[in-house]
């Protein structure tokens, strides 16, 4: 059987649907007084009830079931800085997997500002139509601020997904992958290479968890102390990575580690740098669409198990595990803010979906319709 050309059928698809999403009416509009009731002058006693008990209006509106997908464009999964229009097709797809696995209502916005300030100037101003917020593909490092100010200014789930979705999803293969290969997070040796938006959270939700032995690697080689042209992020995670200070390149650190994370860029880590790695090694490529290496080629190499960002090899580590399910759980529960404690605890949900991990099953498929159940009632 010939492989599908998947671009070429998207570009088919996407022009044949003219977009993949629409909105759908909860009731008809087939008579005056649905009408009277719906619009005029009907809604104008709803308006004037939620605007005086405005804790009311999830009760009255859609905030109880819906999520603004928002992004600048600015750092678009495998295809970098390519703008807000460039970027739509991918929110929209977005917008469908959290209708599709959650029956959340989500809105893809793309906007044409790029500066932290502008970006949360944006966000805060559209932020009352909306139950939660979703971050997506906004470079770093203006992610990490934008975050966290929207976090404080909002009363509303906000998540940038592609910080905390990978790193939870992450962490639910690492719990089953070290029970697997006899290995204690805690006391693993953890090379990851890549300091963006996902590699800063996972660090940090690795070491909230276990508090292992970590050596983040960038383009210019570890992050160490040493280093003069470190920015603000990089200098913090120094607080929680690197305890002995070491330095050198990615070939240098790999020796004798456990765990290797990669969220970089295709074909960086070989064969070779395997083979110096700790017994039983954990590889999790995820650089998108070709990982730091192939998966098949990190087992024949010797590590023990290999995951990737890819469907087409076992333990795809997609962020699709994960955010339906918590933005499901935070507006059902009405959560106002998600915590390390939420990541954890449905990193966890998720691992112990894999009632009998091997190693080639250490995380559910995307397709298990257990996630969101699972993941939402421990999002409280």
């Known amino acids: 059987m010939l492989s599908m050309d998947f671009g070429k059928e998207a570009l088919k698809q996407h022009k044949k649907l003219k977009g993949k999403i629409g909105i759908e009416l909860k009731d008809t509009l087939d008579s005056k007084e649905k009408l009277s009731i719906y619009y005029t002058p009907g809604v104008a006693t709803v ?21 603004a ?9 495998g295809l970098g800085n ?25 809105v893809p916005i793309v906007i044409n500002v790029h500066s932290a300030d502008e970006i949360v100037a944006a966000v ?18 203006i992610c990490f601020e934008v975050e966290e100010r929207l976090k404080k200014a909002l009363p509303i789930p906000v998540m940038h997904d592609d910080q905390h979705g990978t790193a939870i999803v992450v962490l639910a293969g690492l719990i089953n992958a070290t029970k697997l290969t006899g290995k204690k997070l805690h006391d693993c040796k953890i090379v990851l290479i890549g300091a963006g938006s996902a590699g800063v959270a996972i660090a940090k939700l690795l070491y909230k968890y276990a508090q292992p032995q970590i050596v983040v690697v960038d383009s210019r080689g570890v992050i160490s102390k040493s280093r003069n042209n470190l920015n603000g992020v990089k200098k913090t995670l120094l607080n929680i990575t690197n305890r002995n200070n070491v330095d050198g390149s990615l070939a240098d650190v790999i020796a004798g580690a456990d765990v290797f994370i990669g969220v970089s860029q295709p074909g960086l880590l070989t064969a070779a740098m395997v083979k110096t790695m700790a017994s039983k090694a954990i590889v999790f490529a995820m650089a998108n669409p070709t990982p730091e290496i192939m998966p098949d080629l990190a087992k024949s ?21 994960a955010f ?14 998600i915590t390390d404690d939420h990541k954890i605890a449905a990193a966890e949900a998720i691992a112990k979906l894999v009632e009998s991990p091997d190693a080639e099953h250490i995380i559910p498929s995307v397709l298990d319709d257990r996630l969101v159940p699972a993941i939402s009632k421990v999002i409280v």
Request: glycine share 12%; hydrophobic share 45%.
């Open 324 to 337: 339906p399910g918590i933005f499901r759980g935070a507006l059902d529960n009405r959560v106002h803010m």
């Open 124 to 141: 805060k101003a559209i932020a009352p139509g909306f139950g939660g917020i979703n971050l997506e593909d906004i470079a770093a490092p």
């Open 47 to 67: 308006s004037s009830y939620v605007a005086k008990n405005p804790g009311k209006t999830r009760d009255y509106t859609w905030l109880n079931n819906n999520v």
């Open 301 to 321: 190499a010797g590590a023990a198990i290999a995951a990737s960002g890819r469907s087409d090899f076992p333990n795809q580590v997609n962020n699709a595990l």
């Open 69 to 77: 997908v928002i992004s600048d464009g600015s750092a678009v999964l």
């Open 82 to 106: 390519i703008g807000p229009y460039g970027a739509l097709p991918v929110m929209e797809g977005k917008c469908m997997l959290f209708k599709h696995f959650a029956n959340i209502d989500a």
